[in-house]
């Protein structure tokens, strides 16, 4: 397989309209694992790094479907292609500060990506389109399985897997749902909804990941807590959480769409006209249109557009995108030019 | 009123949280909640919400700062705690907020089960174990408990049982070594 279409298509599997696609856009598991005997990649130098590279490659190959899955050194990518992959949410943002021994192996659908010396020697990642934690999970845990037979896990009876940091340890695990929450947060409700989710042992954060800002009304709720509770607690909990998001977020939506009426209806089709006959946007404006857009499709105002193409406008307009598929890195000007285009391109040029 | 914890600047945060049945709750300043984790309260409403970076080095030094002056005695002492195979000191862990290798857990067991505990709410694993660490668990396990008993002797100058418990190492790395390469 071509490694290239990893940089320059939007085909990964979460991008795919999921169960409960209104509000959910995509649900991630990820294990953090680490081998015994190597220092944590935080501590370790050049060979500590390569050994981990060389040993995880080799158990690699015993995946299931070995064959689906590919192996990018960091090192061997540009910078724009590692903007794309965290653009993708295929690899953190930390992961790429230091390529030098950090790596990822990636399932042809991309919803498989297995960090290897981010802080962790290794983070199975799973990242699957709407609600499916449980499917997420089920699959993590059976990649675990087979790379735990060829590779020697740090685990302690006490403490469970060890990671680099022990806000990790025990399950080593991060269940995270994407969430699109407009109307909580036109409505002034979403500090109020975030409180109680922090009271309930959840955490919430941004499109990608900490220190990230809440751009488009996107927001990763995960669990808290990875020890003292097996994996499985652990993700209903955080279902049952989420759940109830969801439901407070319809609630929103109606009654912004009964109270507001014209005019909710009016800043809907002001939004879809910018996206469709804009000559210049930035990434910024970009997400706060699509944003608009997705609330006006998913309360029947823009038949339309579909919520699939939204999705990937979520990768098509980011700036690592773009200047990857020009091949060349623009000035920001040119990339907002760029962007209108596409957008255009993405909401009309097709045929219905 | 002034914020609980720094006592200097004003309480504007109001924190609750439940953790595994237990409340805590806390009038707290901007900077002291942010310390301790709960950015979300920060959260008022609409438009430019920023999640900040919250330094886990930050967290632990608040986590690990309070207490008694005994305690205080206690980590000086633990401060120059060492681990052998990675040479990441308790101090420096304090600092960054990660530890070196899978013996630091060890070496610093002590310092780190009562951090765990008000991180995660209690120490006990009771997840997933890897199927196939099952046979060579219990030999693992024995091992890093000599490397720590290592580790007092040699700070405690008893050279004699040291050399006793070197050999004793040596012979389990080699049994495991063995079992891993038939295995
Ligand atoms: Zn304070
Ligand atoms: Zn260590």
């Known amino acids: 397989m071509d490694k290239e279409k990893f940089f320059t298509q939007v085909d990964a599997a979460w991008l795919e309209q999921g169960p409960e696609a209104d509000t959910v856009i995509s649900s991630r598991i990820r294990l953090a694992r680490n081998l015994d005997a190597l220092p944590f990649p935080p501590a370790a130098g050049k060979e500590a790094l390569h050994e981990v590279l060389s040993q995880v490659e080799a158990a690699a190959k015993h995946l299931p479907e070995a064959k689906r899955f590919h192996i990018l050194e960091l090192s061997r990518l540009s910078p724009l292609e590692r903007q794309v992959l965290i653009e993708k949410h295929l690899v953190s943002p930390e992961h790429v500060r230091e390529a030098e021994g950090r790596g990822v192996i990636l399932r042809d659908d991309q919803a498989v990506s297995i960090m290897i010396n981010e802080e962790d020697h290794l983070r199975i990642q799973i990242l699957l389109p709407g609600l499916s934690l449980l499917a997420a999970w089920q699959l993590a845990n059976r990649l675990d399985d087979s790379l735990e037979q060829h590779l020697d896990y740090a685990f302690d009876k006490g403490v469970g897997f060890l990671t680099s940091c022990p806000t990790n340890v025990g399950t080593g695990l991060r269940a995270s749902i994407m969430l699109h929450l407009p109307a909580l947060v036109l409505l002034n409700q979403a500090g109020q909804v975030f409180t109680t989710l922090a009271q309930l042992g959840a955490v919430v954060r941004g499109l990608y990941g900490e220190g990230t800002q809440a751009l488009g009304n996107y927001f990763q709720i995960s669990n808290q807590l990875t020890l003292n509770h097996a994996e499985e607690d652990l993700i209903t909990t955080l279902l049952g959480l989420v759940n109830q998001v969801i439901q407070q977020e319809r609630a929103a939506r109606e009654r912004l769409y009964h109270e507001l009426g014209n005019r909710l209806v009016d800043m809907v089709w002001r939004a879809y006209g910018t996206l469709t006959h804009a000559r210049i946007l930035s990434g910024d404006e970009a997400m706060k249109l699509l944003s608009d857009v997705r609330l006006g499709v998913n309360l029947n105002l823009l038949p339309q557009v579909k919520l699939t193409d939204l999705n990937r406008l979520l990768v098509l307009t980011r700036s690592g995108y773009i200047q990857r598929v020009a091949g060349k890195e623009l000035p920001a000007a040119e990339r907002d030019e760029r962007r209108a285009a596409i957008v255009r391109e993405e909401l009309t040029g097709k045929v219905r | ?183």
Not at chain 2, 61 to 72: I, K, N, R
Not at chain 2, 78 to 96: D, I, M, P, V, W
Not at chain 2, 134 to 141: A, P, S, T
């Open chain 2, 1 to 183: 009123m002034l914020c609980e914890k720094c006592k200097k600047r004003p309480a504007t945060v109001f924190v609750r949280r439940t953790l595994n049945g237990v409340t805590s709750e806390a009038h707290l300043c901007e900077d002291c909640a942010r310390e301790q984790g709960s950015l979300n309260i920060l959260f008022a409403g609409a438009g430019n919400l920023t999640f900040p970076d919250w330094s886990l080095g930050n967290l632990f030094s608040s986590l690990l700062g309070q207490g008694a002056p005994g305690m205080q005695a206690q980590a000086v002492k633990a401060s120059t705690l060492r681990c052998s195979q990675c040479g990441l000191t308790y101090a420096n862990f304090r600092e960054r907020g990660r530890l070196g290798c899978a013996q630091c857990y060890e070496i610093f067991r002590d310092q780190l089960q009562p951090l765990i505990q008000r991180l995660q709410g209690g120490v006990k694993h009771t997840g997933k174990i890897p199927r196939r660490a099952e046979g060579k668990l219990r030999l693992r396990y024995d091992l890093k408990s000599l490397r720590r008993q290592l580790q007092e002797a040699v700070a405690k100058e008893e050279f004699e049982l040291a050399a006793k418990l070197r050999d004793e190492i040596k012979a389990l790395e080699q049994k495991l070594g063995g079992g891993e390469m038939s295995g």
